[in-house]
């Protein structure tokens, strides 16, 4: 799934460690995750959030989605700071699951989310190919007009 996801590669969050379960990942707050106050952007703190969550609710097989997730940002991460969320299944039941994540630096909790999944069976694996689509007819080509004699 890791190596599948642009968008995690892209904001710079790397993949610490998975289980049934449970995810860990990282990112240090470079120049491009900082906002116009000089503190981390809370949409990357959320990403990072979002990505242990994804990585811990995809762990058991069946490919998951997000239903829903909240967050609560206790303290303002800097420059420099590497960050780490660890994800940690609270509930599976049936398709339905709910994981806490918490966002450090060092012992230091800077963001507490929660992360609501739904299991969606007939999803292709990460990484798999997409299904193919029905490729259209092509489409009909108009008689000629009569040609005069």
């Known amino acids: 799934m890791e190596e599948h996801d642009a968008a995690i590669r892209g904001a710079g969050i790397r993949l610490l460690d998975v289980g049934p379960g449970r995810a860990r990942t990282a990112l240090t707050v470079e120049d491009r995750h900082v906002n116009g106050h000089g503190i981390a952007h809370g949409g990357y703190l959320f990403f990072l959030a979002d990505a242990a969550f994804s990585f811990a609710c995809n762990s058991h097989g069946t490919s998951t989605m997000a239903a829903g997730a909240d967050v609560t940002f206790v303290r ?10 660890e994800a940690t299944e609270r509930v599976r039941s049936g398709r339905s699951g709910l994981y806490d994540v918490t966002v450090r630096v060092g012992d230091e909790v800077v963001a507490e989310f929660r992360g609501r999944s739904r299991a969606v069976p007939g999803l292709p694996a990460p990484g798999a ?3 193919a689509a029905a490729t259209p007819p092509p489409p009909a080509v108009p008689a000629a007009p009569p040609q005069p004699r």
């Open 76 to 85: 303002a991460a800097r420059l420099g700071d590497d960050l780490v969320a």
């Open 129 to 131: 190919p997409a299904p």
